[in-house]
């Protein structure tokens, strides 16, 4: 494996080498190739169905792959001996819905994971967790259960505590795309502001213009490929590929 | 203050509702008088007043009889944490991933089988009697193999109604929990079995309220419990007074029970309706 182009002291926070994934004969990931760098924000783009939630779950182990190598700061998460459940423990993961453990408090629900895996006191935790909940203006609902919360709140409260423990990179599959349209700028300022705070990202999105306004990079895929990976300003202004511009004229009626 | 057109729609929705109170109450009094014409008019009326609802057996009966209920509900109690042990026991190990646990995956499935399948007298019959014959345990009481027949046959039941409630939690549920880390057994214990217990707890009270019947079987192995206190006292009185007695008992014993699951499973659907609003 070649060392990352800046050097040997900083591998990449994710790396992905030829991953592949069919279900049964249907191919969903055919080869995809990804280097996403500390600090850096991914926004994963693509028609419904072109394996970007797949590419997630992979990433967090959360999937078995058919071939390819995953490193995750330089480390191969993809041999089989591997402590799935450490590795996830290093990720945070935020799905489209039903995130929240119905059962738990708000701030049972962010500090679960600090308490059983990273075996963080309780007290602690419970202080860490109120200081982020407060910081988004959920600091009245930590004792609330998640039915209490609008669809916004709780998917913020989702992303406070995949980010409570801290991990090396947070995985996001379409946060915004089951809430309804009045409750998506809450949620999209939160991830902005963590993009500006410096955690590593990777988004599958279909908010076009917030991806143009916080990616860092675009990666385009379509039936399992990766058909176009450039700086998030290009991909909007320029697009190099056919399929780029015929998937951006969808979202983009104005482009 | 609400509007006129409120105030005479409130005024015509009262007017309603002491009309069908009223109509139920009197269409209850018609056929409770119906019946009882019926019954007290039939030809054999008065030998079974006299063989089946003698006041004076009653009383006579009630001290031993409530004293075998007491049997049964000390039966009841244990068998019940037996059963909530031993049923998730088994859902568990039924829910148990990878080749190592086949055994036991099947060894768990075919007990639910086989336990569903034969009926609780016989499971009576079989570890009443046939248990004590291995000479394993010392001496112990028709009551104790009473109540261990019971969990052997209640757990199967109650162990399907659990894996039901472990498959209802949403799948996604799991994966959530997994990808914050958590191993298998942690994401049961503190996401799934906690979802699952809420939406089995109607069920379960279902399976209790049949097991509080069936705790009279035991007598069928000589423990003196209501039902066989009560066959006691009918032949010493050559009246059957006393199983009308040890009926009612248990009707007074479930009831309270039988309510409160069906508050409980009324209120259960009532959220999941204003759920499916939002
Ligand atoms: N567990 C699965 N079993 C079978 N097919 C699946 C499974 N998960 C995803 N797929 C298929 O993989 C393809 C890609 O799905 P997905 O990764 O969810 O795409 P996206 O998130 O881009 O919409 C779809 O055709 C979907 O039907
Ligand atoms: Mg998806």
Redesign the pocket.
């Known amino acids: 494996m070649n060392a990352s182009p800046a050097g040997l002291e900083t591998p990449p926070v994710l790396r992905l080498r030829g991953i592949r994934r069919a279900?049964?004969d249907?191919e969903?990931l055919r080869g995809i190739d990804l280097d996403v760098a500390a600090h850096e924000v991914v926004a994963l783009v693509?028609?419904?169905?072109?394996?970007?939630?797949?590419?997630?779950?992979t990433v967090n182990l959360l999937?078995r792959i058919d071939d390819g190598v995953i490193l995750l700061a330089g480390e191969d998460v993809s041999d089989p001996r591997t402590d799935a459940d450490r590795v996830r423990g290093r990720i945070g993961v935020v799905f489209q819905a039903y995130n929240l453990f119905p059962h738990l408090s708000v701030l049972d629900n962010v500090t679960l994971a600090s308490r059983l895996v990273h075996r963080i006191p309780r007290a602690e935790a419970e202080r860490r967790a109120l200081g982020l909940l407060g910081s988004i203006g959920l600091g009245d609902f930590a004792r609330s259960f998640p039915d209490r919360l609008s669809g916004g709140q709780q998917q913020r409260a989702a992303i406070v505590r995949a980010i409570a423990t801290d991990p090396e990179l947070l995985l996001l599959?379409?946060v915004t795309s089951a809430l309804d349209p009045e409750l998506v700028g809450e949620v999209l300022e939160l991830v902005r502001a963590l993009a500006a705070r410096g955690t590593t990202i990777v988004m599958?999105t279909h908010e076009m213009a917030f991806a143009r306004d916080v990616a860092d990079r675009v990666v385009f895929?379509d039936a399992?490929r990766i058909i176009e990976d450039a700086p998030a300003r290009e991909f909007f202004a320029a697009p190099r590929e056919a399929r780029s511009r015929e998937f951006l004229s969808r979202f983009l009626p104005e482009a | 203050m609400p509007s006129d057109v409120e105030l005479g729609r409130r005024a015509f929705r009262r007017r309603q509702t002491r009309r069908s109170v009223l109509v139920s109450a009197l269409s209850t009094l018609v056929l409770a008088a119906l019946l009882a014409v019926a019954l007290i008019g039939s030809p054999g009326w008065a030998r079974v007043q006299q063989t089946f609802f003698d006041p004076e057996v009653a009383v006579a009966a009630l001290p031993r009889v409530l004293q075998g209920l007491w049997l049964n509900v000390q039966v009841l109690v244990v068998a019940s944490v037996g059963v909530l042990l031993f049923a998730l026991l088994l859902a568990t190990i039924r829910t148990l991933r990878g080749p190592v646990f086949f055994p036991l995956r099947a060894l768990a499935a075919g007990y639910t089988d086989l336990f569903r399948g034969v009926p609780l007298i016989i499971v009576l019959y079989l570890v009443g009697y046939g248990i004590p014959g291995l000479d394993f345990f010392g001496r112990m009481p028709a009551a104790f193999w009473g109540t261990i027949a019971l969990i052997l046959t209640y757990s199967a039941y109650v162990s399907e109604v659990f894996r039901a409630g472990i498959e209802a939690v949403h799948p996604s549920q799991r994966l959530a929990a997994r990808s914050l880390g958590l191993s298998h057994g942690q994401a049961m214990r503190r996401v799934v079995l906690p979802q699952a217990m809420r939406k089995v707890t109607p069920a379960l009270m279902n399976d209790f309220v049949a097991m509080q019947k069936d705790v009279g079987l035991i007598s069928v192995l000589g423990a003196v419990d209501a039902v066989r206190a009560a066959q006691i006292e009918t032949s010493h009185f050559f009246n059957f007074t006393p199983y009308v007695v040890a009926g009612l008992l248990f009707v007074l014993l479930a009831w309270p029970m039988i309510r409160l699951t069906d508050w409980l499973s009324a209120r259960t659907r009532a959220r999941e309706q204003a759920g499916s609003l939002v």
């Open positions: 279900f049964g249907h969903v693509g028609a419904s169905g072109s394996g970007k939630s797949t590419l997630l779950r999937e599959d379409e599958a895929l399992g």
